[in-house]
Protein backbone atom coordinates (compact mmCIF):
# COMPACT_ATOMS: atom_id res chain seq x y z
CA UNK A 1 0.00 0.00 0.00
CA UNK A 2 1.41 3.81 -0.68
CA UNK A 3 0.05 6.94 0.59
CA UNK A 4 1.40 10.13 -1.08
CA UNK A 5 1.18 13.63 0.86
CA UNK A 6 2.43 17.07 0.49
CA UNK A 7 0.65 18.41 -2.21
CA UNK A 8 -0.91 21.34 -2.20
CA UNK A 9 -1.52 25.21 -3.15
CA UNK A 10 2.24 27.29 -3.85
CA UNK A 11 3.28 30.03 -5.47
CA UNK A 12 5.33 29.40 -8.32
CA UNK A 13 9.38 29.48 -7.66
CA UNK A 14 8.33 28.05 -4.21
CA UNK A 15 9.99 24.38 -3.43
CA UNK A 16 8.27 21.27 -2.56
CA UNK A 17 8.52 17.86 -0.82
CA UNK A 18 6.23 15.11 -1.62
CA UNK A 19 6.28 11.97 1.02
CA UNK A 20 5.20 8.36 -0.15
CA UNK A 21 4.64 5.98 3.05
CA UNK A 22 4.66 1.72 1.87
CA UNK A 23 3.44 -0.90 3.65
CA UNK A 24 4.43 -4.27 2.70
CA UNK A 25 7.70 -6.30 3.02
CA UNK A 26 9.00 -5.70 -0.72
CA UNK A 27 9.50 -2.13 -0.44
CA UNK A 28 13.33 -2.53 0.52
CA UNK A 29 13.70 -4.48 -2.76
CA UNK A 30 11.79 -2.40 -5.28
CA UNK A 31 12.23 0.29 -8.00
CA UNK A 32 10.06 3.10 -6.85
CA UNK A 33 8.43 6.15 -9.14
CA UNK A 34 6.86 9.05 -9.30
CA UNK A 35 4.15 10.03 -11.88
CA UNK A 36 2.21 12.91 -12.70
CA UNK A 37 -1.07 13.96 -14.39
CA UNK A 38 -1.75 17.44 -15.03
CA UNK A 39 -5.36 18.64 -15.60
CA UNK A 40 -6.85 17.12 -19.26
CA UNK A 41 -3.42 15.31 -19.56
CA UNK A 42 -2.44 11.69 -19.71
CA UNK A 43 -0.66 10.38 -16.50
CA UNK A 44 3.29 11.08 -17.36
CA UNK A 45 6.45 9.63 -16.01
CA UNK A 46 8.72 12.47 -13.49
CA UNK A 47 11.41 10.02 -11.88
CA UNK A 48 12.73 6.58 -10.81
CA UNK A 49 14.71 5.39 -7.84
CA UNK A 50 15.97 2.03 -7.75
CA UNK A 51 15.78 -0.50 -4.80
CA UNK A 52 18.69 1.37 -2.59
CA UNK A 53 18.62 4.57 -3.82
CA UNK A 54 22.26 4.17 -5.99
CA UNK A 55 20.54 4.91 -9.11
CA UNK A 56 17.89 7.46 -10.57
CA UNK A 57 16.27 8.55 -14.15
CA UNK A 58 14.42 11.31 -15.15
CA UNK A 59 11.93 12.66 -17.69
CA UNK A 60 13.69 14.83 -19.75
CA UNK A 61 11.37 17.88 -19.57
CA UNK A 62 11.35 19.03 -15.24
CA UNK A 63 14.97 17.61 -15.57
CA UNK A 64 17.39 19.80 -13.19
CA UNK A 65 14.33 20.66 -11.03
CA UNK A 66 13.18 17.59 -9.36
CA UNK A 67 15.21 15.44 -7.04
CA UNK A 68 13.96 11.89 -5.92
CA UNK A 69 15.05 10.09 -2.71
CA UNK A 70 14.36 7.26 -0.50
CA UNK A 71 14.65 5.65 2.87
CA UNK A 72 14.58 2.31 3.63
CA UNK A 73 14.54 2.21 7.03
CA UNK A 74 11.10 4.64 7.26
CA UNK A 75 9.93 2.79 4.05
CA UNK A 76 9.34 6.17 2.09
CA UNK A 77 10.52 7.61 -1.13
CA UNK A 78 10.47 11.16 -1.72
CA UNK A 79 9.99 13.93 -4.76
CA UNK A 80 11.69 17.55 -4.26
CA UNK A 81 10.25 20.27 -6.45
CA UNK A 82 12.26 23.13 -6.41
CA UNK A 83 11.72 25.47 -8.17
CA UNK A 84 8.13 24.82 -8.70
CA UNK A 85 6.33 26.12 -11.93
CA UNK A 86 2.63 26.33 -13.07
CA UNK A 87 3.24 23.77 -15.69
CA UNK A 88 4.03 21.56 -12.48
CA UNK A 89 0.59 21.73 -11.46
CA UNK A 90 -1.15 18.20 -11.00
CA UNK A 91 -1.50 15.05 -9.40
CA UNK A 92 1.17 13.35 -7.84
CA UNK A 93 1.26 9.72 -7.98
CA UNK A 94 4.26 7.33 -6.71
CA UNK A 95 4.32 3.79 -7.58
CA UNK A 96 6.12 0.37 -6.64
CA UNK A 97 7.66 -1.26 -9.70
CA UNK A 98 7.53 -5.43 -9.87
CA UNK A 99 8.83 -7.68 -12.73
CA UNK A 100 9.96 -4.15 -14.09
CA UNK A 101 6.57 -2.90 -14.19
CA UNK A 102 4.90 -0.31 -12.03
CA UNK A 103 2.16 -2.13 -10.75
CA UNK A 104 1.38 -0.81 -7.18
CA UNK A 105 0.32 2.80 -7.11
CA UNK A 106 -0.96 4.91 -4.82
CA UNK A 107 -3.81 7.97 -4.52
CA UNK A 108 -1.94 10.54 -5.29
CA UNK A 109 -1.89 14.33 -3.70
CA UNK A 110 -2.99 17.59 -5.74
CA UNK A 111 0.16 19.84 -6.58
CA UNK A 112 -1.04 23.69 -7.25
CA UNK A 113 1.04 25.70 -8.45
CA UNK A 114 -0.17 29.63 -8.53
CA UNK A 115 0.28 33.01 -7.58
Known amino acids: QLQASGGGLVQPGDSLRLSCAASGRTFSTSAMGWFRQAPGKEREFVAE????????RYAESPLGRFTISRDNFKKAVYLQINPLRPGDTGVYYC??????????WGQGTQVTVSS
Open 95 to 104: AAEEGGRFVY
Open 49 to 56: INYNGGAT
